[in-house]
């Protein structure tokens, strides 16, 4: 019994060491152990951003972009690993990068990171960079040190831009808010985030696209479209070249403009055509400035002068920012007026109550003909015809 005995707790010991052997064997791959690892050491690197303590940020890496993102409001900050490349001591990882702008934003913005590590001689693994994903944009910090101008209703910040300057766009972001408020109605944020970078190429950084897209743009707004109540800020991403280029006029309206865009987007869908978002943002952009639609749409006055009266509304198409610069000119024009021409001959309530109908339709398809007839009494065929009269009236 005795020897019997022995031979069980001999079995049990080699059944113990064969199991412990086949979970090291057949467990968590190295991969994994270390992708672990660095989600702990991203961990402490996102409670060292928001705390702001520069050696504990530095004990994760290198200093990087830390010092740029040092003057923006931030109430969250956080790192998941998605993918972790390893070569012995180097590794690459993909992440998702999720933060939030206090007071603005009440759901993270998720990007794109890519991360080159190393392990050092104590074991740990640190960040040597970080840096946007192959197919993500830039962040502002990613470009330089941010400054940040607070307004009334809105947060400006900047690179390579002057505190004087960023304070002219708060100012008239300030004069943008309740002016699209009197308009739209007040159900809507009434806050915007205005990014201004140091040139167009730092705007095309921002969109992840080619700066040849947006040279003669004064300035975009990025946001979900029919987003939830719940979604990032929208942000207005100013080019500051093209920008410097308007006169006090020109700047009110396109700050006025975008501001419309962060208001209406909640109910600008797939289902709403461009010539009736672009529309309704210079609509709103254009209200109580005195200019005359031949003043603000001289490209459609040059081209009905000649006789060349547009025989439909734009499409999505002719407001491709590379195409014909004439052409685009054109497509905003004619978005413009037909808004102008809804408001003048149904009403500014009705006009707004249009453009609701529109994006809250399910698909594009029947979206706007639904809306003409519903709220406006009348069909694609008839407004139409009454939009060519209108240019014609407008602008001979």
Partial sequence: MAGRRRASRSSVVALVLLLVSLVACGGQPGGGSAKVDLQRVLDRRSTAVLDRDRAAFLKTGALSWFENLRGVPLAAWSYRVTALHRSGDKATADAELRYRVEGYDKAPVTVGRTLTLSREMDGHWYV???VPAKKSAQQLWDQGEVT??????????????????LHSYADLADLAVPD?????GTAWIRRVVVLVPGSVEGMAGLLGSPASQYRGIAAVTTGEVGGPPNAPADRIIVNPDAYALLGPLGKQVVLTHETTHVATRAHTTAATPLWLSEGYADWIGYLGTGRTPAEAAPELARAVAAGRVPARLPTDRDFGFSGDATKLAQAYEGGWLACRLIAQQWGQERLGRFYRAVGDH???AGSVENALKTVLGTTPEEFTKEWRGYLQSQLS
């Avoid at 607070?150 to 004087?164: A, C, D, F, M």
């Avoid at 699209?180 to 739209?184: R, T």
């Fill in 128 to 130: 040597d960079a970080d």
């Fill in 148 to 165: 940040v101008v607070r307004g009334k209703h809105s947060i400006v910040l900047g690179v390579g831009q002057s505190s004087e300057a």
């Fill in 180 to 184: 699209v408020s009197g308009a739209w």
């Fill in 362 to 364: 399910k698909q594009r």
